[in-house]
């Protein structure tokens, strides 16, 4: 580590243009922090050459593995470590968005956050356009951090009380120079109206909105910083079922016209239908079936997926649901089975499940699955 560090202090001086040398000197000139002008100074600064990958994709996510310490006992002796991911692979490809599913504790919401750097990694790779996020220099990852969003669950709790909504949407607009200074408030009302806001509200406070016009505002507060990939953590589970369909049609009309990439964690299976071109399955931390949405839900393949998603409500009082009951609760993530961590809850489960890992595997075009029943 100390070897980059000087590395890069070695390397910077010779490849800064004009303009960061000047800003470096302390003028008052903005750093160019447009993705291109990033990834050439990532190239030279950090002294490491981006990583070769597929030009197609966003985020490139290998073998990632998050394990938190458990403290114990007066003195906080490790007691062991919860494996909330443990080494989940995949690609999503520009301007489409993946779905991610599970029932609560699987790590989903654990995989958004080490993808945008909010947790650090245990083990693997993250690529954000080629860039190794959890290897950046802290000054690049800051300027990186507009191009790579979240947008939380809870509109309530994720908007400060004491700010108007021009300043929610506008402090990071001028952090990161986003527009310059003489075109900050009409940019700030353009990008409220393009998420159903009215401009004349944004000397408004939080608490003056409802639900939905919330998390309009975290939203807005998001395409405004102009980002390329979207984490968004269970946006609608707090909302009414008719303010949902609002907020899915924005994000999906804001993915058209910006070209957004969104990664979208839920454990609403019909939202998750109705917004993603892909699907990701997690159980217990691990990545069990992943493939085309038009795949995953006409043709489940992993007996997880297929019990998950017969649970998914059928609005026709004709047609009889044959609903597969899993058996027992959801192991903990600190002392996860052996072999398949699904097998004592699996109605296929077979001799080797208990003592060998599935890997994931591609049986079919783009469709991927870690079970035994497809070695
Ligand atoms: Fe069930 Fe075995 Fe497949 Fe695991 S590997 S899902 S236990 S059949």
């Keep these: ?149 979240m947008i939380f669950q809870d509109p309530y709790s994720s908007l400060s009380p004491r700010f108007p909504v021009n300043e929610i949407i506008g402090e990071a607009v001028r952090e990161h120079h986003i527009v310059p200074n003489a075109e900050f408030d009409d940019y700030i009302d353009q990008v409220m109206l393009s998420c159903g806001l009215q401009p004349y509200h944004k000397d408004r406070y939080p608490h003056e909105f409802s639900g939905g016009q919330r998390q309009r505002i975290c939203i807005a507060r998001s395409i405004a910083l102009k980002p390329d990939f979207i984490v968004c953590d269970e946006p609608v589970s707090a909302l009414d079922v008719s303010i949902q369909a609002q907020i899915i049609n924005l994000l999906m009309d804001l993915q058209n016209e910006l070209g957004l990439t969104y990664l979208f964690i839920s454990h609403d299976l019909s939202v998750v239908e109705h917004i993603s071109d892909t699907i990701g399955v997690m159980y217990l931390g691990n990545l069990v079936e992943h493939g085309s949405k038009k795949e995953i839900f006409s043709r489940p ?63 079919e075009t783009g469709h991927f699955v870690a079970c035994h029943l497809y070695d």
């Design 301 to 363: 393949l992993h007996p997880y997926t297929e019990a998950l998603f017969s649970s998914i409500p059928v609005p026709d009082p004709d047609v009889k649901m044959s609903r597969v009951i899993l058996e027992g609760s959801i192991p903990s993530p600190a002392n996860p089975p052996s072999g398949c961590k699904f097998h004592t809850r699996c109605s296929k489960c077979m001799a080797c499940c208990s003592e060998s890992v599935p890997e994931l595997k591609e049986v």
């Design 1 to 149: 580590m100390m070897a980059e560090e000087k590395k890069t202090d070695e390397m910077a001086p010779s490849t800064m243009t004009a303009q960061e040398s000047t800003a470096g000197e302390g003028a008052n000139v903005p750093m160019d922090n447009s993705l291109e002008a990033l990834q050439a100074r990532i190239r030279y600064v950090d002294g490491l050459p981006r990583e070769p990958h597929d030009e197609q994709n966003v985020i490139e996510v290998s073998h990632l593995m998050k394990y938190f310490p458990i403290k114990v006992g007066l003195f906080s002796r490790l007691g062991g470590y919860v494996r909330a991911v443990d080494d989940v692979s995949f690609n999503i490809k520009r301007g489409t968005t993946m779905g991610l599913v599970g029932e609560s504790g699987c790590g989903k919401t654990t995989v958004g956050k080490t993808i945008l750097r909010l947790n650090d990694k245990t083990a693997g790779q993250i690529l954000f356009n080629g860039i190794d996020i959890h290897r950046l220099p802290h000054e690049e990852l800051r300027r990186l951090r507009p191009k790579i969003q």
